[in-house]
């Protein structure tokens, strides 16, 4: 079983907030001879539909060497898990969470968003004191 994050519970706590209700903690990624997990699951029901939302969220904190190297050590993750899931669960979306405050003075930057966006990385804002979800960014 991997470590949890130092925000793992910030952003459950903040997911079970705002409506989710968790489903794996941790999400076991299976595929053939890799087996890996992610730090969540959770499944959002939707009234009018017999289906609800569901998504799996690695957490990513920023305090290696640098936030460029933690950022490619996150879209490095990122792509691997997002392909592992559309083979074995493709109902799923794939969520990195990040807090407010990385989200404002790194993922802003032209680079990062060009990267971003080219990647279709889906972000989840957190604001991690008060447990609660910012901003979805897709």
């Known amino acids: 079983m991997p470590a949890k994050d130092i925000y793992h519970n910030a952003v459950k706590n903040a997911l079970v907030k705002d409506g989710w209700k968790i489903t794996a903690d941790p999400y076991l990624l299976k595929y053939e001879d890799a087996e890996l997990y992610a730090d969540l699951a959770a499944e959002k029901p939707i009234a009018a539909e017999k ?73 989840m804002v957190v604001e991690m004191h008060r447990e609660e979800i910012l901003q979805w960014i897709n």
């Open 51 to 123: 289906k609800g939302q569901k998504i799996v969220v690695e957490i990513k904190i920023f305090v290696g060497r640098s936030l460029m190297y933690d950022f490619h050590s996150a879209l490095g993750q990122y792509m691997v898990y997002r392909k592992l899931i559309q083979l074995t669960a493709p109902e799923y979306k794939l969520y990195l969470a990040i807090d407010d405050i990385v989200y404002k003075d790194f993922f802003q930057r032209k680079s990062v968003q060009v990267i971003t966006n080219e990647n279709q990385l889906l972000l």
